[in-house]
């Protein structure tokens, strides 16, 4: 059943989202929030971005000597600016 969700509580299921896959019903609530939140829709942009650079910093540890090129850093500062 589809059901109206307040900014915490979606801002809660993107957390959630981010270490594994929602329920449906969950996931469709989410989605409708998403449709006419513009904070909350920043928010998961964000949340997805930060997810990524979290994992692309990870798996350079492994490379330690591996420095982020200004091309990535000019990329990751015109994605912020598009995210908000």
Known sequence: MLRLITCQHATLLLEKRADGALPKEQRASLWLHLRYCPYCNRYAKQTVLIAEWARAAASSRAQASVTLSE????????????AG
């Open 71 to 82: 091309v990535a850093k000019e990329r990751m500062r015109q994605r912020l600016r598009a």
